[in-house]
């Protein structure tokens, strides 16, 4: 159908409940479904919301707009799990049912007070002449999660700023409460603002975080402040950054600056954004503490303004696997939550040493697998590892010793988004490659490198799943041990 505006702004009362189902029958058809990573019953997931750890249990809410694969009337739906891996579905909870949110609940996040809570998110309102007027809303939640009071905290955007305005992350600090939005200035570069509340949730402006980075990016969404140890980490995802040899390749990028900051100045000291995620498909995380009292982030498997496989089934996107945060030596190393371990099934461990000649490995479970690799002795130039099928389809990654750049290879992995060129990212590690922790669910491939000191995340389309890893290594022997899982639904 033709995505008209008129159609992307229809709501779920707009159809029958037989109407959905045949939308939902056809996203069940798709070959490209995952096992083991959040997605949308039907139509478009994007930023994921309001994540918390909540009365014993993780609620996690995403944007969605259930009638098509594409960006439309947002609500938030909702998810919910015991640990941080088998996520049930819940259904909507945030419908944009007022003038605040008429055409749309955009991404925010929530807070428990007492034994209470709440949603902070920005409510996208569209006058007769087709204005935004950005609100920044609170809801309260019932005992059943769903909405029982929706209260408007900020109407339009402060002066200075354009309506591109929106995303609150919100936290209690000191007796108050705070929240980091993103924002554009008049003069069309992005920016963080911090606001301060009371116990009646009435904000004022504090001011912009002072980060020196004066002239980075058109719009900063998404941002989320947080204390890490001893440090301060902003993490935001900045628009309009222009490509940096291997950085910056995404339409949109999504990193951190990791410091100290002044709470009372709004000045952050920090030593430079640095990319979160060096993939084709990462953007808009969010975390939270999980019970075990650790930093906790999930993103966003895609990227605005991409055509995706999947939309000819009527759905699109996913979230990334949990990953705990840590900070070493002012980098914010992710590794994957614990919790992804029960999702192992059977092992197969092998010791091998990797020469010229292609070394193959059967996967035990082509669609849903988990593969570590530990480097125990590297005297190649190169080492490559790659995923292919019986047609001849296959995702590369290349090692070059010598320059220490690692690449992720997707241009003959299957069917490709179609508006995107380049096919290959890169990432300069800081050390000599010691280890991999590959994750593969029927349309993904996340990558943590040495330890989750870079991270790689891309969808991939197969026509078949991947059946075998091949390993190669030029003018030399690299000595490795692998250990592979077969993974369950999750």
Known sequence: MEWTREARYRGLSSISNEEFESMSDKVHQSPWRQYFHVQPVS?????PNGFIYFKGQYHLFYQWYPLGPVH??????HVVSDDLIHFENKGPVVYPDTTYDSHGAYSG????IEDQLYLFYTGNHRTKDWERVPYQIVATLNDAFQVKDKQPLIEGSPQGYTDHFRDPKVWQENGNYYFVIGAQTTAQT???LIYQGDTTFKFHLLGEIQTGLSDFGYMWECPDLFKLGNKDVLIFCPQGLEADGVKYRNIYQSGYIIGDFDLKTL???HDGFVELDHGFDFYA????ISKEGERVLIGWMGLPDINYPTDVYNWAHCLTLPRVLKVKE???IQTVHPDVEKLRVRSNETTMDITNDNTVLDLIQPDRSEINISIVENEADVLSIVFSNQVEEAVKITYDKNTEVFELDRSQSGELPNN????KRSVQLFDALKSLRIFIDTSSIEIFINEGTHVMTSRLFPVEPYQYCQLSSESGTVKMETKQYELKRG
């Open 330 to 332: 002012n980098t914010l």
């Open 285 to 288: 995380p969010q975390t939270t």
């Open 72 to 77: 439309g009337l947002k609500y938030w739906y």
């Open 267 to 269: 000045e952050m000291k």
């Open 420 to 423: 995107q060129d380049n096919q």
């Open 190 to 192: 992005g920016r963080a």
């Open 109 to 112: 996040s929530s807070i428990q």
């Open 43 to 47: 139509g478009l997931l994007n930023d």
